[in-house]
Nanobody, 123 residues
Framework: QVQLVEAGGGLVQAGGSLRLSCAAS????????MAWFRQAPGKEREFVAA????????SYADSVKGRFTASRDNAKNTVYLQMHNLKPEDTAVYYC????????????????WGQGTQVTVSS
C-alpha cells in the first residue's frame, strides 16, 4: 500500500510557473507508474502526465506538452510536475496517482490517489 500527498499548488498569474510535488509513503514507490491528473469544476478528471518507474519515459496530454514536465526521485519517494507558461484553463485540482503494471491515460486504472492540490491561474 502507498499513500500519496501532494503539495505546491497555489494562485499564479497567467504565464507563471509552479512546481507540484507528490510524496509517497512505503518502500515500493519505485515499483509504481506515477501520473498526474487534474479536475476542473464541472469537468471530468483528465490525464496530464505519466512517468515510468525509472523516470526515463514520460507522456503528456497534448494540452500541456512543451509546458509541463514530470520527473521523479525514487530515493526521496517523490514525483514532481513542473509547470511553466500556465494558462487560466490549467486551473484545476491536481492529483497524483500510482499503479502497478503499464502506463495508462485512464484514471480508473490507477489504484492509489492523493488528496489533490488546487492550482488557480488568473488572467
Amino acid at each position: 500500500q502507498v499513500q500519496l500527498v501532494e503539495a505546491g499548488g497555489g494562485l499564479v498569474q497567467a504565464g507563471g510557473s509552479l512546481r507540484l510535488s507528490c510524496a509517497a509513503s512505503g518502500r515500493t514507490f519505485s515499483n509504481y507508474i506515477m501520473a498526474w491528473f487534474r479536475q476542473a469544476p464541472g469537468k471530468e478528471r483528465e490525464f496530464v502526465a505519466a512517468i515510468s518507474r525509472d523516470g526515463a519515459k514520460t507522456s503528456y496530454a497534448d494540452s500541456v506538452k512543451g509546458r509541463f514536465t514530470a520527473s521523479r526521485d525514487n530515493a526521496k519517494n517523490t514525483v514532481y510536475l513542473q509547470m511553466h507558461n500556465l494558462k487560466p484553463e490549467d486551473t484545476a485540482v491536481y492529483y497524483c496517482a500510482g499503479k502497478y503494471g503499464g502506463s495508462s491515460l485512464h484514471a480508473g486504472e490507477y489504484d492509489h490517489w492523493g488528496q489533490g492540490t488546487q492550482v488557480t491561474v488568473s488572467s
